[in-house]
C-alpha cells in the first residue's frame, strides 16, 4: 500500500464573519465540515463542486496557507503546524500550489528570471549558475524556450503564463502539487494542452496531485479518484468514472446532469449559506428531490454497497444503481 502523502484527518475551518465588542466571533461561518479523506503518493485526487463549497479553503489549508479550526491535516505524516514550526522551507520546497489566474499571480513588474529566481532563493541553496541551470531545466520540462526568462508576465499568452506558473511551483521539485482550478481561465484548445501537460509531468517527474475544478470532463481526464464536495462537506467519493458513471448521491447526479457538454464550466445556483443555517441535517436537503424527515440527521460518509475501488456515499436515500 502506498503512504498517504497529504492526510485531511476530521479537519473543520470556520470564517468569523463578524466579531463582537470583546473580538469573540459571533457569527462563525464553516467553509469546511468536519472532513477526512487523503491522497497517496505519486496520486492524482480531483475535487469537484460548486463555487463557494470550500474548495480553495482546503487547498490553502493542504499548503498551510490557512490552519484548520479543528482536526488535523498532515503532510508526510506530520501535522502542517509541526511543519510550520520545524521546517517552514522544506515545507514550501515540498508542497507547492497552482492558482487560477496566471497573469494575477505573477508579479507584473519582474521578468521571468526575477520570479523564478526568487522563488529558488527563498526555498533551496542553490548557487547561482545552479539557480540559471535549474530555471532552463523547469523551463523546458513546461515546454518553454530559454529566452523567457528575459520577458514580462504580460508578454504571454494565458497558456504560456500558466506553463510560467507551473514552472515556479515546480522548480523546488515538490513532492505535492495543490492546481486550484489551473486550467478555468484558459480556453478549451490551451486547457487541453496544459491538462496534456500536467498529465505527462505527473507520469516523467512523479508528482502527487491534488487537483480542484469546476468543470467534471477535466477532472475525469486527469485524476483516477475524485471528492465531490457541498457545502463544506465530501458527499460522495471514489474512482473518477465508476463515480460518474454510477453516482449515488443526489448533488452528484445534479452536478453532472448540470453539464451535458464536456469542457462546459457548472453554474449553479449556490444556496450553501442558507443550507448551512439548517443546522443539524443534511446541508443539501433544502434542494434534494429525495429529502424527507430522516434529512435532518447529518448523514455519514458510508461505503456503496457491492462498489469496488472505495466508492463512498453521504446520503440517507442514495440513488438506486440504476439511476
Ligand atoms: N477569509 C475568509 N473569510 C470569510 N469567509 C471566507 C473566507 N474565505 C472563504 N470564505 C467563504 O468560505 C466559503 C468557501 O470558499 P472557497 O473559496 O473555499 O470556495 P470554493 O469552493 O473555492 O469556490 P470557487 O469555486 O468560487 O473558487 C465561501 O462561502 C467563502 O465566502
Ligand atoms: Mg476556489
Not at 108 to 134: G, K, N, S, Y
Not at 148 to 163: C, K, V
Not at 241 to 257: A, G, M, N, S, V
Not at 283 to 310: D, H, M, W, Y
Amino acid at each position: 500500500m502506498p503512504e498517504p502523502l497529504l492526510q485531511f484527518d476530521h479537519v473543520t475551518k470556520e470564517f468569523d464573519l463578524n466579531k463582537n465588542w470583546f473580538g469573540k466571533p459571533s457569527n462563525a461561518f464553516r467553509a469546511v465540515n468536519e472532513v477526512t479523506w487523503q491522497v497517496e503518493q505519486g496520486a492524482a485526487l480531483g475535487i469537484v463542486g460548486e463555487s463557494g463549497c470550500g474548495k480553495s479553503t482546503m487547498a490553502r489549508m493542504a499548503v498551510g496557507l490557512e490552519l484548520p479550526t479543528s482536526g488535523e491535516v498532515r503532510f508526510a505524516g506530520k501535522t502542517l503546524g509541526q511543519w510550520l514550526k520545524e521546517d517552514a522551507i522544506l515545507l514550501r520546497q515540498s508542497v507547492q500550489m497552482v492558482f487560477q489566474d496566471p497573469s494575477a499571480s505573477l508579479n507584473p513588474r519582474q521578468r521571468i528570471r526575477e520570479i523564478l529566481e526568487l522563488q529558488l532563493q527563498r526555498l533551496t541553496d542553490f548557487r547561482a549558475e545552479q539557480r540559471t541551470q535549474r530555471m532552463e531545466e523547469v523551463l523546458e520540462q513546461v515546454q518553454l524556450p530559454s529566452a523567457t526568462l528575459e520577458r514580462y508576465p504580460h508578454e504571454f499568452s494565458g497558456g504560456q503564463a500558466q506553463r510560467i506558473s507551473i514552472a515556479r511551483a515546480l522548480i523546488s521539485k515538490p513532492k505535492l502539487l495543490l492546481l486550484d482550478e489551473p486550467v478555468s481561465a484558459l480556453d478549451v484548445s490551451v486547457q487541453a494542452q496544459i491538462l496534456l501537460l500536467l498529465e505527462e509531468m505527473r507520469k516523467e517527474l512523479g508528482v502527487t496531485y491534488v487537483f480542484i475544478s469546476h468543470d467534471l470532463a477535466v477532472v475525469e481526464q486527469l485524476c483516477p479518484n475524485v471528492l465531490v464536495m457541498y457545502a463544506g462537506s465530501i458527499v460522495e467519493s471514489g474512482p473518477t468514472r465508476q463515480l460518474f458513471e454510477h453516482r449515488r448521491h443526489p448533488y452528484t447526479d445534479l452536478l453532472i446532469k448540470s453539464v451535458p457538454v464536456p469542457g462546459k464550466s457548472l453554474e449553479l445556483k449556490s444556496e450553501e449559506k442558507a443550507d448551512l443555517e439548517n443546522q443539524g441535517g443534511c446541508t443539501f436537503r433544502n434542494r434534494c428531490p429525495k429529502a424527507n424527515q430522516q434529512c435532518s440527521r447529518v448523514p455519514n460518509l458510508r461505503e456503496v454497497r457491492g462498489s469496488i475501488g472505495g466508492h463512498e456515499c453521504a446520503c440517507h436515500y442514495p440513488l438506486s444503481e440504476a439511476a
